[in-house]
């Protein structure tokens, strides 16, 4: 009987969808797994085969952990608002809502086709109305809520106002804003309502800040850092450039402590818990303040070596800083501003990355040095960033090679401080057991001690302190975008107010054109009805504003990972109309047992998802801190791209073996134009690329070959591979197992259509030995040792592999298991049933039949995991190697447990034996039980 696939699959795909199979209950005295894949974004493009890869992986996990008797979580939705569909919008004119729902069409189809175990009840999307409700719900918990250092953990607003109504400020140890002045209780009593809410939104954990972003003026947004590539938008790349803009804010910078801390608790890689420790970027050492000379101004640095103060030669302000165009003489004046401007084009990103640059200007102004009182002159640099620390830097040449690139360059001088270093031969002092020379206070003293010292000094001053610092800084919350969650926020009397739970979610409006209005506001300014009346609790025509019952509402929306932060929580219950997720539901399901996706989101997503579910977890909202237990990055499926080469300034293509030297422009070619010989169609070239239809081709022997280089798979390089063409050609199971079988899970690889054949030449063998010819043939009959042995050892090998999540070398196993049965012509159900069970994660379709064709009434999804028993690889005879004076002449098998004497006696009644001894007596039988015999003649 042919193995026809595409029947097969289809079959089981509806019988899966209509039976819910994989639907998981939060009701069951099973053990709980929750597996869980990163949040797609549905984009227009659809899936390629680098995108299951992932998906795949978990899938087989989960349905291994069904197998094991687990009740499985394995959701799925969608990361549904964002840029791409607004971009789409503002080009097409059509609704974001319209291609979203278009896009998620053409992404379920594509994974229905790949027979994915995903329980589909569940599904949710971040733009539904019923679930961004949540999202707003949870803004509001964050705008209500503070953060006490001392305990550690989020507080409601209200415990605040009753701290500050009866003691004042003086005692509150908060994350809060800089610059809050204390007071007492009786000046908090007197304040108005509007001062107090100014006083409690630098306290909340939500809050609106003027703050330097990334702006996008051609997308009419700001961008977070890595929307960002190589100083233009990622997304159409744009210039961007640093604005300040008023933007809500997200206090994530409260909890770096715990973020650091709790990655010890987490079973991801070391890897990936390092690039959030960088992130985080703890620091120890001390806040300095330096005077400004001539002025009543100051500024502070912080520094993790203080002790090198006495080497400090000039002080770095950042370009954006709020003190430079106060301090700028009027001489420096015009070269400072002109930096300024230059500055505001480059991304922090790129700023931070560019350590070979050096640019700077003078500001004419000087500090004070705390301890000599002599003349430190400030200057402006780019390499110090306005948002880290305080966006000032006191450089030390002699300590730093950044600084000391910066002094070289602007001339200035270098102190040398540390004894037996030569800064003039470039040797860098900075490490722990160098020895202060050049101080008055600190000669003599190693690194330890003499940074103790300082800090001391710096405290008895007034003029500094020790302090942690951290590098992660609060998270700008604002977009300036249409598609994305609106902020169930209005304004009174320029003040924030929130709307309340019983009136969400407030739902986008509809709007004329998703462009910033030609004012400047962002496209929500375009709504002819968003205005909130605060009587009547609903959304009004904003010719109503009044200030007095009817206000003006937010007009930016939230970024991305406002919902993608909590998705994981809302699939344990979702739908429910009540509650973000119930309390039952979160503590049955706890947390994500196992999370696969991307490394592109070691620091944005996995930070904020943590940040949010630690919040949460405060207010009591959830039990756990942590939202993903084990997480494993997949690598990326990489495509062999293919590229013709036009000579420079010609309308002339040479074959890529004919280059030689010529200068040559590489352009991608679509790699469906190019057969298994880099052979291009040049025909089919000219067709797809109608510039080209008059260029003349260089052949070779009649022939153009291309160019190859792997790299990533993308929609732009015209390398990808569509898997519905793949699944169409040789079906799912084939695709399933050929992309784990490409190599290990989390390196990158390299795909190739060609090695497919293997892996479905593989699953056409497996289904033969269920078959003759076009017979169903599985007998009842008692399989043999040899058959058992492979069975058990397949069992043995392919769970250790599932469990250590080297799904590859099951795929080698399963193969060299099915050679093996060939061979032994194995048919039986003792065989052959277990084996089927254990394919099913890798091959579901394949799986699902045969088990039908066995007789089971059931899904296979329900039949329990073979059980290894080693009792059927333990060797019962052994294959005897016999030799006669040393030289081996045949192998005979004998019981392993046969005694020297019964060995020797069967050996010499063989008649190959008597052949051998031809009439002849031995003159000495050696026996080594377990190994050999060798007869002595």
């Not at 002045?181 to 107090?196: I, L, M, V």
């Not at 960002?228 to 402590?257: D, H, L």
Request: overall charge negative.
């Amino acid at each position: 009987m042919s193995y026809h696939f595409n029947k097969i699959e289809e079959k089981w795909q509806k019988y899966w969808a209509q039976n819910q199979t994989f639907k998981a209950t939060n009701n069951t005295d099973k053990p709980k797994y929750y597996v869980l894949d990163m949040f797609p974004y549905p984009s227009g493009a659809g899936l390629h085969v680098g995108h299951p890869l992932g998906y795949i992986a978990s899938d087989i996990y989960a349905r291994y952990k069904r197998h094991k008797g687990f009740n499985v979580l394995h959701p799925q939705g969608y990361d549904s608002f964002g840029l791409p569909a607004e971009q789409y919008a503002i080009q097409t004119g059509q609704h974001p809502a319209l291609t979203t729902q278009n896009n998620i069409a053409r992404y379920r189809e594509q994974l229905d086709k790949i027979g994915f175990s995903f329980d589909w009840s569940r599904e949710v999307r971040t733009s539904e109305p019923d679930y961004y409700k949540w999202t707003q719900w949870i803004f509001i918990q964050l705008f209500e809520s503070w953060y006490d250092l001392e305990a550690e953990k989020s507080r409601p607003v209200s415990e605040l106002v009753d701290i500050f109504s009866s003691e004042g400020n003086t005692r509150v140890n908060a994350a809060c804003d800089a610059d809050i002045a204390e007071f007492s209780a009786e000046e908090w009593n007197r304040y108005s309502e509007d001062e107090k809410e100014r006083i409690l939104l630098k306290y909340r954990l939500t809050y609106l800040a003027e703050t330097e972003v990334n702006w996008c003026p051609q997308l009419g947004t700001v961008l977070a850092n890595d929307e960002i590539v190589n100083g233009v938008s990622e997304r159409g790349g744009y210039p961007v450039v640093r604005k300040k803009m008023t933007q809500w804010s997200m206090r994530i910078s409260a909890f770096a402590e715990r973020l650091l801390q709790d990655l010890n608790k987490l079973d991801w890689t070391e890897s990936l818990k390092e690039s959030q420790r960088n992130w985080i970027g703890k620091s120890v050492g001390a806040q300095v303040a330096f005077k400004v000379m001539n002025s009543d101004t100051e500024f502070e640095v912080f520094t993790t070596r203080p002790d090198t103060i006495f080497g400090v030669n000039f002080m770095t302000l950042a370009p954006e800083h709020e003190l430079v165009s106060r301090i700028t003489t009027e001489d420096h004046k015009e070269e400072v501003e002109a930096y300024i401007v230059a500055t505001a084009k480059r991304s922090e990103r790129e700023r931070m990355a560019d350590v070979k640059t050096i640019s700077g200007a003078f500001t004419g102004a000087y500090a004070e040095h705390p301890f000599t009182k002599e003349p430190i002159p400030i200057w402006i640099g780019d390499y110090v960033l306005a948002g880290y620390g305080t966006g000032a830097v006191m450089a030390v040449p002699c300590g730093d090679q950044r600084d000391h690139d910066f002094a070289r360059h602007f001339d200035l001088p270098i102190t040398n401080i540390f004894e037996d270093v030569d800064v003039s031969q470039e040797a860098y002092a900075g490490k722990e057991g160098t020895v202060i020379a050049n101080s008055d206070f600190l000669s003599g003293l190693e690194y330890k001690e003499a940074l103790n010292r300082v800090i001391l000094e710096l405290e008895k001053t007034g003029q500094g302190y020790g302090k942690t610092n951290y590098r992660l800084r609060d998270a700008v919350f604002s977009r300036q975008r249409y598609w994305g969650e609106p902020f169930p926020v209005y304004y009174v009397n320029g003040l924030p107010k929130m709307i309340d739970l019983e009136h969400l979610p407030l739902r986008l409006p509809e709007v004329e054109k998703y462009l910033p209005t030609e004012t400047g506001e962002p496209p929500l300014g375009n709504a002819t009805n968003w205005a909130w009346d605060a009587e009547k609790n609903e959304v009004v025509s904003n010719d109503k504003i009044n200030n007095s019952t009817v206000f003006q509402l937010e007009l930016n929306t939230m970024p991305g990972w406002a919902g993608s932060s909590w998705y994981l929580f809302r699939y344990m219950d979702a739908g429910n109309p009540d509650t973000f997720v119930s309390e039952e539901a979160q503590q049955y399901w706890e947390n994500v047992d196992l999370y696969i996706g991307g490394s592109e989101h070691a620091t944005g997503h996995l930070l904020y998802s943590r940040f949010w579910t630690k919040f949460l977890s405060d207010r009591g909202k959830l039990t756990v801190e942590e939202p993903f237990k084990k997480l494993i990055n997949q690598g990326m499926i990489l495509g062999t791209s293919a590229f013709v080469y036009r000579l420079e300034g010609e309308n002339v293509f040479i074959s890529s073996t004919q280059i030689k030297g010529n200068n040559v422009q590489p352009i991608h070619v679509d790699v469906s134009l190019v057969n298994s010989s880099d052979e291009l169609d040049v025909e089919g070239f000219k067709k797809w690329r109608p510039e080209f239809a008059d260029a003349k081709f260089v052949l070779e022997d009649g022939r153009y070959i291309v160019g190859r280089e792997v790299e990533k798979m993308s929609k732009s390089k015209y390398n990808v591979v569509n898997p519905d063409s793949i699944c169409e050609r040789y079906g799912a199971d084939t695709l399933r197992m050929y992309e784990m079988f490409l190599g290990p899970l989390e390196q990158a690889k390299p795909w190739n259509t060609a090695g497919i054949t293997g892996v479905h030449n593989f699953l056409k063998k497996f289904w033969k030995l269920f078959h003759n010819e076009e017979q169903f043939v599985v007998t009842n009959d008692k399989a043999s040792a040899d058959s058992l042995k492979t069975l058990h050892k397949t069992i043995k090998k392919v769970t250790e592999d599932i469990e250590d999540f080297s799904f590859n070398t099951s795929v080698s196993t399963f193969m060299i298991c099915v050679n093996e049965l060939t061979a032994q012509k194995c048919n039986q159900r003792e065989v052959l049933e277990p084996l089927t069970v254990l394919i099913a994660p890798y091959a579901p379709h394949i799986a699902e039949e045969l088990w039908e064709k066995l007789g089971n009434a059931e899904s296979i999804t329900t039949a329990e995991y073979p059980e290894f028993e080693e009792k059927f690889l333990v060797e019962s005879t052994k294959n005897y190697p016999v030799s006669f004076n040393g030289k081996m002449r045949f192998t005979m098998e004998l019981p392993m447990d046969m005694s020297r004497e019964e060995i020797e006696k069967n050996v010499l009644n063989d008649d190959r034996t008597k052949n051998q001894l031809d009439g002849s007596t031995p003159k000495k039988v050696i026996v080594v039980p377990g190994k050999i015999v060798n007869i002595v003649i």
